[in-house]
């Protein structure tokens, strides 16, 4: 498989971190399995994105990685939130 670009790879984490963001913050018409949907996503962009450790774009490509996981924790702690919620009432 060759290996995507990293502005591709950029713009396709933008956007699946506005999806997780949504989630998080608990936008009107954000679900559940919206938030589990963009947290996967965010993860496997991250692994992509470790394709870059080396070369021009290593220091973007880890500050993302970062980002990425930082928002993954707080979607996955709303999730757990939310399924704490309703196992209670």
């Known amino acids: 498989m060759?290996?995507?670009s990293f502005a591709h790879l950029k713009l396709q984490f933008d956007l699946a971190c506005t999806s997780l963001r949504a989630f998080t913050l608990g936008w009107p018409g954000s679900t559940q399995r919206g938030g589990r949907a963009a947290v996967e996503r965010v993860k496997g962009l991250c692994e992509r994105l470790k394709l870059f450790t080396t070369?021009?774009?290593?220091?973007?490509?880890?500050?993302?990685?970062?980002s990425g996981q930082s928002r993954v924790t707080a979607a996955e702690t709303r999730l757990a939130l939310l399924?704490?919620?309703?196992?209670?009432?």
Request: no cysteine.
């Open 55 to 66: 070369g021009p774009h290593a220091k973007a490509a880890a500050a993302l990685v970062v």
């Open 2 to 4: 060759a290996k995507p």
């Open 83 to 89: 399924r704490d919620r309703r196992a209670g009432a």
